[in-house]
């Protein structure tokens, strides 16, 4: 709640410090020639952007706003409003996000567990893995581009959907929905699962060589009851691990759209920062905390359901 | 001690993961400083008329130009140096916030801690890179060294929690509470007992805060909000992106960069964990 808190106030504040005015950029994109009508339209911008108020009010009056999911009005679109330029970014986002997301880190796991202390996985898993992880995103993205989309011309490689349909419910749209998915979705899948498969094959390690697990073995449990009860303990640092990733993940998609040029809020982002658009960038950046923040809670939860210890502490010592 | 130094430079020497991973390294380090040397091109000149060179095929320009007749070898060369410079000021930053946070929060515990833990928790929860993204959007005249620094003050959350938990476990052994009782000084506990067994784990935490942060600057600098002066392999890629080097089938001009990245970044995840291995006999392969 708190870090809600400060990453509003810091949403506010940021945008606020940026060079340029919008209201002296908006004048700027009409271009009006009579000085009267340059004054006249500077005060309907200030009014229409909220700046006509002291500092103070224009906090509290982003606070109020904010409740109603009112996020202001675009300046580089400029009669469109903030939130409906990202209500129609957020889909392509979720559905980017979250299939990448959860399967490289489902996928990962398993086969990182898989691979540990078996010789010849392991040793191709490990070259792998390290390099698909320390890929910079928009390189491997760029990769696929070049390579499954130019070379071998399999899959477009721009936009959402073909450029010559509008959204609707037909198969032929939701194919061409897809197939401009693909790639965006592989290049996020492919540097989560590295880095997955990686983490579980080193944690994993760590539990087989526990005292617990030496102790099944010398009871003479079959190899495979050891590992997975080592499997299911190295879950747990994974799960906190995924939590910490968020951040880069969604970096990583950002630009990742940007090479695809997918219509997601990192492509909103960049697009809100090259026009120094304060309102859109705040919202941009608002709706990636929020986003971020509810995933953090949601995987606090699910801590709390798989780590029976995690419930004893939260009884125990909420004080 | 003397002994258990060599022993583990006898583990270091035969660790495969090490020697693997440092030689990429120090081949990169080495290219990044003599690398410029060898070419008279600057990075972002337009030294070459005519139609764009391939790779290999000049002497001049051995990686090719761009579209531009840009020499892409020196652009490489240069962008390692940016590279380097990235990861060890952004590296070393975020792990000496996250050792004085960290090992503040560990080694005093209480108040202490709980204030520090929760500002790494906000700190870490907030996205960096959009954080970034905005400051640097907002600064007209950006420097390399800025950009690190950003970097590193955005990056070090995770440092000071991994730090904070080995302080945990260290200032709970026996040799400390002996040490205490003895009735030595904090500090003299501090640099006896407690750093000469931190310091295998810090460099473990920097060699992984050196390929984040360099991460962090190639995916800044592809966004174009890296410096605005010099050349990095980010910005090699933005270039390349944005004058459709894809579709012109110009892949000696995007290439190269990312490989260098991800060999450097990839190179030193192996390398930790071989240092680990070294350093942690139970890892060792049998």
Redesign the interface.
């Known amino acids: 709640m708190?870090?809600f808190f400060?990453?509003v106030t810091?949403d506010w504040l940021?945008?606020r410090?940026?060079?340029g005015d919008p209201v002296q950029s908006m004048l700027g994109r009409v271009r009006v020639a009579h000085p009267e009508s340059v004054e006249a339209m500077r005060g309907f911008f200030t009014n229409a952007f909220g700046l006509d108020v002291p500092v103070w009010q224009q906090y509290l009056n982003f606070w109020a706003a904010l409740f109603r999911g009112d996020l202001g009005i675009s300046v580089y679109r400029f009669p469109q409003r903030v939130t409906e330029i990202l209500l129609t970014a957020v889909p392509y986002d979720v559905a980017l996000l979250v299939p990448a997301i959860l399967l490289s880190w489902w996928a990962g796991n398993k086969f990182g567990a898989y691979a540990a202390r078996r010789r010849l996985l392991d040793n191709t898993l490990?070259?792998l893995g390290?390099?698909l992880?320390?890929?910079?995103?928009?390189?491997?993205a760029?990769?696929l581009?070049?390579g499954l989309?130019?070379k071998l011309d399999l899959f477009p490689?721009a936009g959402a959907y073909a450029y010559d349909m509008a959204p609707h419910w037909s198969l032929r749209f939701i194919g061409s929905v897809l197939h401009h998915w693909f790639l965006t979705f592989a290049s996020l899948f492919l540097v989560g699962f590295g880095g997955w498969a990686?983490g579980m094959r080193?944690t994993i390690?760590?539990e087989l060589?526990a005292d617990y697990s030496h102790y099944l073995e010398a009871l003479g449990a079959p190899q495979k009851l050891v590992r997975k009860y080592a499997f299911r303990n190295a879950l747990l640092p994974q799960l906190s691990g995924l939590a910490?990733q968020?951040?880069?993940i969604?970096?990583?998609a950002?630009?990742t759209e940007?090479?695809f040029s997918y219509p997601g809020i990192g492509y909103q982002?960049?697009a809100a920062?090259?026009n120094?658009d304060y309102f859109l960038?705040q919202g941009?950046?608002l709706f990636?905390?929020m986003g971020?923040?509810m995933a953090?809670f949601i995987i606090d939860i699910v801590f709390v359901i798989v780590d029976p210890r995690t419930r004893r502490g939260m009884t125990g010592e909420t004080a | 001690m003397k002994k258990t130094k060599n022993e583990f430079l006898y583990f270091a020497f035969r660790n495969n993961?090490l020697r693997i991973g440092v030689s990429i390294v120090l081949f990169f380090l080495v290219l990044a400083i003599i690398g410029p040397f060898f070419t008279e091109n600057e990075p972002l000149d337009f030294v070459h008329r005519g139609a764009p060179v391939r790779p290999f095929t000049s002497r001049e320009y051995l990686l090719g130009t761009t579209v531009f007749g840009q020499d892409v070898y020196s652009q490489l060369v240069y962008g390692l140096r940016a590279t380097f410079i990235v990861g060890a000021v952004g590296g070393g930053l975020a792990t000496l916030i996250g050792v004085i946070v960290g090992f503040t929060a560990g080694y005093r515990g209480g108040e202490a801690d709980e204030a520090l833990n929760?500002l790494t928790?906000?700190v870490?929860?907030?996205?960096?890179?959009?954080?970034l993204?905005?400051?640097s959007?907002?600064l007209?005249v950006r420097g390399i060294l800025l950009e690190s620094v950003f970097i590193g003050c955005a990056a070090w959350p995770?440092a000071a929690r991994a730090i904070r938990a080995q302080t945990f476990s260290l200032r709970s052994r026996d040799s400390v509470d002996l040490a205490k009782l003895s009735g030595k000084s904090s500090a003299k506990i501090i640099f006896t007992e407690i750093a000469p067994n931190m310091m295998s784990y810090l460099l473990l935490v920097f060699i992984l805060q050196f390929?984040g942060a360099t991460?962090?600057a190639?995916?800044l600098d592809?966004?174009?909000?890296g410096p605005t002066e010099g050349i990095s392999l980010?910005l090699m890629?933005n270039h390349?992106?944005s004058h459709s080097a894809?579709?012109l089938?110009f892949?000696w001009w995007?290439?190269p960069?990312?490989?260098a990245?991800?060999?450097?970044?990839?190179a030193?995840?192996?390398t930790n964990?071989g240092l680990d291995e070294v350093f942690n006999p139970?890892?060792r392969e049998m």
């Not at chain 1, 992880?133 to 491997?140: C, G």
């Not at chain 2, 870490?124 to 954080?131: D, N």
């Not at chain 2, 592809?222 to 909000?225: D, K, L, P, Q, W």
């Open positions: 708190l870090t400060i990453a810091i940021i945008p410090f940026m060079p490990l070259p390290y390099t992880t320390a890929t910079p995103y928009m390189w491997l760029i990769l581009a070049w989309g130019i490689i990686i080193n390690i760590y060589e910490l968020l951040g880069v969604v970096a990583g950002l630009v940007v090479v982002l960049l920062i090259q120094q960038i941009c950046f990636i905390i971020v923040l953090n | 993961k929760m928790n906000i870490l929860v907030i996205p960096t890179l959009a954080v993204l905005i400051i959007a907002y007209e995770w390929g991460l962090n190639a995916t592809f966004i174009g909000v980010g890629m390349a992106v894809l579709l089938d892949w995007f290439i960069p990312g490989l990245i991800t060999a450097i970044v990839g030193l995840y192996v964990v139970k890892l």
